[in-house]
């Protein structure tokens, strides 16, 4: 049974900073491509970051130099440490693991979800 846990959230002022961990059970982090998505109200779900079994990331544009995505294989834990928030990034946040064909953005690449965590940002 495959679980992910996501934790970490909350509400920050702009210029703040927030790391999110996703703790995975049932399922080996390092052997498989991951990545977080965000969603707002009334929008659809985006790729914010994904990282490879190799640990090469990727990030959407609007993140880059701000967020890093990054996993902990000996605990089993996918990160996203968030700097320099902005409101535009208040969302919830999902975690999300699968195999690694396909593009690392697109929602339908990923076979496991986890329950999200809420980003505020004021």
């Known amino acids: 049974h495959v679980q992910l846990v996501e934790s970490g959230g909350g509400s920050v002022q702009a210029g703040g900073s927030l790391r999110l961990s996703c703790a995975a059970s049932g399922y080996t982090v390092s052997r498989n491509c991951m990545g977080w998505f965000r969603q707002a109200p009334g929008k659809e779900r985006e790729g914010v970051a994904g990282?490879?079994?190799?640990?090469?990331?990727s990030y959407r544009d609007s993140v880059k130099g701000r967020f890093t995505i990054s996993k902990d294989n000996t605990r089993n834990t996918l990160y996203l440490q968030m700097n320099s928030l902005k409101p535009e990034d208040t969302a919830m946040y999902y975690c999300?693991?699968?195999?690694?064909?396909?593009?690392?953005?697109?929602?339908?690449?990923?076979?496991?979800w986890g329950q999200g965590t809420q980003v505020t940002v004021s």
């Open positions: 999300a693991a699968g195999a690694c064909g396909g593009r690392w953005y697109e929602p339908s690449r990923y076979n496991y």
């Open positions: 990282i490879y079994t190799s640990g090469i990331t």
